[in-house]
């Protein structure tokens, strides 16, 4: 009985022709249309705002009318796109109106008041720090693998543009997200030297293992990095970084005085990941050895296996 309650309280897909009623529009579509006696404290004679029932349309609207900015990228070109401003609800502003149409009379309108929302990385930013290389780090694996390959392209591409500011700590499995079968990502079951591994995401590592190697080779901070618990091929011993989405995650920070621009992107049989930034970085590189260019031996295997690192 509550629910069907609240569902009446919070349409707002259809307009309903209230008597008196609020309607709100956005971008020239109705998304909410309510009337006085769905928000009144039963008081006979005193016009008064139950702040609960207000507190829930709110938040409802707040969702509804939401739209995340988008960063400016680049492209495969070299090219900048530009990014996307968002927007949000203006609680204070819608506030105003709604008791304005709550303690007035008749039917009301109102457009939804929206604040601007801006992206973090925008064309100009770009454009200012892709001037200088300040890292690089290329892999190897097995183009005919099909269900890795997809991973560490999918991967790569979560990646690709990403900015860390100074100061900035950044987390791989937050950028990247939660590698899902709903988000393309295959199960990628091999045997790569003796060691069995299985998992939606299968594959992931290399691309966390190569960012590691070209961020540590920029000189930025390794905050958290973790190794398998057997050696891998595709980078030399001691230079992986294994990513679990309910495990091991890879953080550095950005301690310069400049942001740091990612590119990463598969190509073929390798995976690439290049730092960029302004020519006016104050950054000091470290020594790294390159990954082996030989690739190793795949065994394909059909069954189902679980392990704790299946993202490898």
Not at 12 to 27: F, G
Not at 286 to 298: D, F, H, I, Q, W
């Amino acid at each position: 009985m509550f629910l069907k309650w609240l569902t009446g309280l919070l349409l707002i897909a259809q307009p309903l022709n209230m008597p008196d009623s609020l309607t709100v529009n956005q971008q020239g579509k109705t998304i909410a249309e309510v009337n006085r006696p769905q928000f009144s404290v039963p008081i006979p004679g005193i016009p008064m705002i139950d702040s609960e029932k207000y507190e829930r349309f709110i938040k409802k609207l707040e969702t509804q009318t939401y739209k995340a900015p988008v960063n400016a990228k680049i492209n495969d070109h070299g090219g900048i796109v530009p990014g996307e401003v968002g927007y949000k609800l203006n609680r204070h502003m819608f506030k105003e109106n709604f008791y304005s149409y709550f303690f007035g009379e008749g039917s009301v309108k109102i457009d939804v008041p929206e604040v601007n929302l801006y992206p973090r990385v925008d064309t100009e930013l770009l454009a200012h720090i892709k001037t200088q290389q300040v890292g690089q780090y290329i892999t190897y694996f097995n183009s005919n693998n099909r269900s890795r390959s997809n991973n560490i392209e999918l991967a790569a591409k979560a990646l690709d543009s990403h900015v860390v500011f100074p100061g900035e700590t950044f987390s791989f499995n937050q950028v990247v997200g939660n590698r899902t079968i709903a988000k393309g990502y295959m199960r990628a079951p091999i045997i790569v030297r003796g060691e069995l591994s299985e998992g939606v995401g299968g594959g992931i590592c290399q691309v966390s293992s190569t960012l590691f190697n070209a961020v540590d080779r920029a000189g930025l901070t390794i905050v958290q990095r973790y190794s398998h618990s057997k050696r891998v091929p595709y980078v030399p011993p001691g230079r992986d970084a294994t990513v679990s989405w309910y495990g091991p995650d890879f953080q550095f920070k950005n301690q310069y005085n400049q942001p740091i621009l990612i590119r990463a992107k598969r190509y073929g049989g390798s995976m690439m990941v290049k730092l960029f930034s302004s020519d006016v970085i104050n950054m000091k590189k470290r020594k790294v050895p390159n990954a082996p260019t030989s690739l190793p031996k795949e065994i394909h295997v059909e069954q189902n296996v679980h392990l704790s690192n299946p993202e490898r």
